[in-house]
Structure formats: structure tokens, C-alpha cells
């Protein structure tokens, strides 16, 4: 079987060049089709380290951890820690299918790795040659499994209690249940598949008592344990949909503030019995932003660049255009009796597709484009880019922008 293959010029050149520029606006479960924040806040309690390889070796680290230290080095990886508590809050819709599957909970999971990765950072701060070991290597041995278990679990204890306010029965019985999962056993099956490149582990036996924990494929370990639940449609499907939307409504009223926040979530009616549903929107001075969002997970078939995949992937986009275009004609038509009416100073409607994946986009038309690098279809981190244009008379024009009659 062979691809069809398109011969390059200069409009496909640049579409597939902004796709790969724009890949890092992915976050940790955009294949999946939802959006959350993994950055550390106040109040944060569960964490995830991983290492990052450090490419051709550009960047620097303080192997002594004083930040103020000439004493630079360049390591093969870099650490990164993440919070989890986001993650937490959407791995728990699906609570019961993670049970039946993995026999632990989504709290003794997080809990797990939160207290693996405070473990690591005790000895990494405390041990030269562990340090090094991590930021050369990614992975450090272990030479007492059992000791090893013995500090996860009293760390685990500690956490459990500040996150969830009481401690599990036999929670040492799922941290071990826990640690055989992640653990690659010598004899078992690498049963890996390649729709969701998992499962994916942690711990790589030695011998009985010894080991190696490999710190890069942390966040793979995140990814691909949830990739078979979240990917269900159905109830699975809906559960992560609303999810995308509360999280793209709380990035929105963060970003642009809740004094430019119209509404989200909510239907508008005209009083007619006829009624609209606005996912998300938000307004700078005279233009107001109408958004769609569009929870679609990354199939297999379009990591494989299947033309049917990508044909798909396109017409949900574009149906979602066709339905913003319906809310806007709604809007327009019964401006004076809507239940939610819209600010008396909005001239300008401008509708967008929101996606949690970066979206290819498959011409280069105004249409398209609210700038020339910055496209209609957005993730949820380049919502925020709207905000940086001083000026937004250009958008008058575009052949998407609704004007509002007088």
C-alpha cells in the first residue's frame, strides 16, 4: 500500500512548517482531546519529575544548586518538575474504569508517583553522584527494593493524608501493587501497542534486590496509562469534552479577565424557544470572540499520516466553523432578546475553533488565519496570543468577522 504524495510548493511548505512549530503548544493529554494546566501553583500537593533530553546541549545546569553559581555544567538531560493535581482532577472522572483495570486507584496512583518523585528529590539534593547520575543519565540504580518501598510508602502516608484528608486501608498493598506495574519484568510480555505506545515502565530489575529507575519515561507513564480509558467515546467521550470545556472557560477567564468574559457553557435563548449554546467567549474592546470547542482525540491512524484520519480530523473542524457560523447568525438576528444579551460596545464578532491538539491547517486562506502565523483554530495556550495585538482593526476585514448592525 502506498501514500499519496503531494509535491511541494511554497503554501505546503509553509502549512506543514507552522504545524511542526506549533506542536509544542501540545500539553501532556491533547492526544487524548483535553487541555489542563501542569504548571506549580500555591496550594499544589502532587508532583511528577521527569527528565528532558537536552538537545545538541544547549542548556546549562547548576550542579551544585545554587542558582547564583558560576559552577555551570551542561548534562545530557535536564530535570523538569510538574504538578499533578491537575491531573489528578481528570484521571478521577474515570475512577471506576481505572480500578477495573489496573486494580489501584486514581489516588493511589498519583499519590505513587508524587511520593517517587519527592523521594528523588531528597536524594538529589542531598547526593552529588546521585545528581549526576539523574541529570547524565535519566535513571538511577537502586540497591534495597524493599527500602525503596519502605520511603515511598512513608511519603505516600504523608501525602495521602494533605491531599485527601485520611489514609487508605492497605495502602502499603497498593504501593506495591503499584511498583509491580511499573515494573518491567524480566519474563513478562512487551505486550506494547502501538496505538498508544504503552504501557510504558519505570523500574528495570537487576537482579531480586536491585534495580533501575528511569526517570524519562515519566511523563510517557502518564500519558499512555490513560490513552485506552480516555480514548473511549461514549460516556468516556462526554466526560472529557465537559472536562476541555471547564478548562478552557477557567484558562479564558484567567487570561483575558472575567470584566472581558461574556459567557460559557451556557444556552442562550431568544424567548421564542429557541436557544444557542456558547462554549466559551470573551471580548477586547469592540470585538467579541465566540468560541467552539472541539474535543477530538489523535487517533493511530493519524499519527501514521492516513489520509482518511486527516480528512476526518478536517471535517470536524469545519463543521464546528459551520456551527459557530449558525450561533453567530443567532446572535445577529435576536441581539435585543437574548437572554444573555451581549456588551452594548461589541461591533465585531469573531468566532474561533478552540482544539487541546495543535490542529494542522490544511490551506493558507484569510479564512483561515486570523494573522499570517496564527490560525483560526487554536489550542488553549495560543488563545493568549488574541491579547498581544495592540491594534485589532485588521480583523474588520477578514472574511470571518461578523459586523454588527447599528
Known sequence: ???????????????????????????????????????IVKNNVLYALFLQLNVDLKKSFP??????????????????????????????????EFKNK????????????????LHALYSF??????????????????????????????????????????????????????FKYLTCERNAPRDISLWTRG????????????????????????????LPLSRLDGEAGNKRS???????????????????YWIGQKKINNGKGEEREIDSSFFIREFLFLLEC??????????????????????????????????????VKNRKCLSYPIPQNIKYIIPIVVSPFAEYIWEKSDNLFISENLPRVLTPNELGEIKEFKDLSFLINKPFTTILPD
Do not use: W
Not at 509535491?7 to 489542563?36: C, H, M
Not at 550542579?63 to 523538569?80: A, T
Not at 487517533?299 to 449558525?326: H, P, Q, V, Y
Open 63 to 96: 550542579f551544585d544548586l545554587d542558582l547564583q553559581s558560576s559552577n555551570l555544567f551542561k548534562p545530557n538531560y535536564i530535570p523538569f518538575i510538574i504538578s499533578l493535581d491537575k491531573y489528578y482532577e481528570y484521571i478521577n472522572l474515570f475512577n471506576v
Open 1 to 39: 500500500m502506498g501514500f499519496d504524495v503531494v509535491p511541494q510548493n511554497e503554501e505546503i511548505n509553509f502549512l506543514i512548517q507552522l504545524y511542526d512549530d506549533r506542536r509544542d503548544k501540545n500539553t501532556l493529554f491533547s492526544a487524548v482531546g483535553t487541555y489542563f494546566d501542569n504548571n
Open 199 to 226: 504501557p510504558r515502565k519505570i523500574f528495570y530489575p537487576i537482579d531480586n534486590n536491585r534495580g533501575i529507575i528511569d526517570y524519562s519515561g515519566m511523563l510517557s507513564v502518564l500519558e499512555t496509562l490513560m
Open 102 to 117: 489496573f486494580g489501584f486507584s486514581t489516588k493511589d496512583f498519583v499519590v505513587f508517583i508524587s511520593a517517587l518523585t
Open 242 to 260: 465537559i472536562h476541555f470545556e471547564n478548562e478552557t472557560n477557567d484558562l479564558v477567564k484567567k487570561t483575558f479577565g472575567l470584566d472581558c
Open 125 to 178: 539534593e542531598k547526593y552529588h553522584c546521585y545528581r549526576y547520575a539523574l541529570l547524565q543519565r535519566a535513571y538511577t540504580v537502586y540497591d534495597d527494593k524493599n527500602a525503596l518501598l519502605d520511603g515511598i510508602c512513608e511519603i505516600a502516608t504523608s501525602l495521602y493524608s494533605k491531599k485527601f484528608g485520611y489514609l487508605p486501608k492497605d495502602l502499603n498493598l497498593y504501593i506495591n501493587k503499584i
Open 294 to 331: 472541539k474535543s477530538v482525540n489523535v487517533s493511530f491512524a493519524f499519527d501514521m499520516g492516513d489520509k482518511r484520519a486527516l480528512e476526518f480530523r478536517k471535517e470536524k473542524i469545519k463543521r464546528a466553523f459551520d456551527e459557530l457560523n449558525d450561533k453567530v447568525d443567532f446572535i
